[in-house]
């Protein structure tokens, strides 16, 4: 029974793989045909499709009424997002350096990670309320982000395929990524349960980890095709997704979480610390190889921490 289960979780993996690569190759043509820059098209497009197994996670943990799980997979995916993907992200790279007009996505980042770690550190209960300033804050994120398009020249660039056909590409791909992934994790899960491991572990490690490889496949992806721009944008994107967009679902489902009680001491402060440091690293120009290999250490020192 054990072994067909880890043939289904790398089978489930491949998959999502192929999914991966072409949600990206059809996302970057469309980008070309509408001169959208790839970081718009990372954070809005790839960012909502690799963060699809997160929101499925939480719909999936607030049915069986495991917040913690749900809590779990918030921070641990955007733990995950930074010092995994991000090292994933720079180590080809022998340095980044973002554009000025980009900034302000990044900025928006630091802002939303902070104040949700005032909620993760203040014994507060997010309620009903709570959806109204979630989508103001939305809303302030795509207003800044449009404001960043109109700003650019919107002449589009002649490619044969219709917009229609490659929509529909970038969705199907969406699609099997979302079930593959949905697949992947529950896989992880039983295998996780015949081991013994608690919930709130397997939330943070197992399906934190299972739901952010596909921002892991895709920034390989990304890096591979020479987009790092794509790939910045995608770890903004899902970070600032699963802040809003798993905090609306849990309230929605189960009409208040309370993410203070949920988590310990030191997922709060790893959340916290690694959203100030990659926004450091980002604008301080210190992305190179040598932090990559440091995020993705501390990263393996991070999961076998939660396991000792």
């Known amino acids: 029974m054990i072994f067909l289960l880890f043939f289904l979780l790398i089978s489930s993996l491949?998959?999502?793989?192929?999914?991966?690569?072409?949600?990206?190759s059809n996302a970057i043509i469309l980008g070309k045909k509408f001169k959208i820059s790839d970081l718009f098209m990372g954070i809005f497009i790839i960012a909502?499709?690799?963060?699809?197994?997160?929101?499925?996670?939480t719909v999936s943990a607030m049915q069986i009424g495991a917040s913690g799980i749900v809590a779990g997979n918030l921070v641990?995916?955007?733990?995950?997002n930074i010092l995994l993907v991000g090292g994933?992200?720079?180590?080809?790279?022998?340095?980044?350096?973002?554009?000025n007009k980009d900034k302000v996505s990044l900025h928006f980042f630091l802002g939303i990670s902070i104040l949700f770690s005032l909620v993760l550190f203040i014994n507060i209960t997010l309620s009903y309320l709570a959806i109204i300033f979630i989508f103001i804050l939305l809303g302030i994120f795509l207003y800044l982000?449009?404001?960043?398009?109109?700003?650019e020249v919107r002449e589009f660039e002649n490619i044969e395929t219709t917009n229609a056909l490659l929509i529909t590409k970038v969705i199907f791909s969406?699609?099997?990524?979302?079930?593959?992934?949905?697949y992947f994790i529950g896989y992880a899960r039983n295998i996780s349960t015949y081991f013994g491991i608690a919930d709130t572990i397997i939330g943070v490690s197992i399906v934190a980890l299972g739901t952010s490889l596909p921002e892991v496949i895709t920034t390989i992806i990304a890096i591979y095709k020479k987009r790092s721009n794509l790939a910045l944008g995608n770890i903004i994107g899902s970070c600032v997704a699963?802040?809003?967009m798993i905090s609306f679902i849990a309230i929605l489902i189960g009409g208040s979480i309370n993410f203070y009680e949920l988590l310990d001491t030191f997922n709060k402060l790893i959340f916290l610390l690694t959203g100030l440091v990659f926004y450091s690293v980002i604008i301080g120009k210190f992305a190179?190889?040598?932090?990559?290999?440091?995020f993705l250490v501390l990263y393996v020192v991070y999961i076998l921490m939660l396991y000792i």
Request: aromatic share 10%; charged share 15%; hydrophobic share 55%.
């Open 88 to 99: 994933v992200m720079l180590l080809p790279l022998h340095s980044y350096t973002i554009e």
């Open 174 to 182: 969406f699609v099997i990524l979302y079930f593959s992934s949905k």
């Open 76 to 80: 641990g995916s955007n733990i995950a």
């Open 145 to 151: 982000e449009l404001g960043k398009v109109r700003e």
């Open 288 to 294: 190179n190889k040598i932090t990559a290999i440091i």
């Open 14 to 24: 491949v998959i999502m793989i192929w999914a991966c690569d072409f949600a990206i």
């Open 48 to 57: 909502i499709g690799t963060s699809l197994p997160e929101f499925a996670a």
């Open 242 to 244: 699963n802040i809003t």
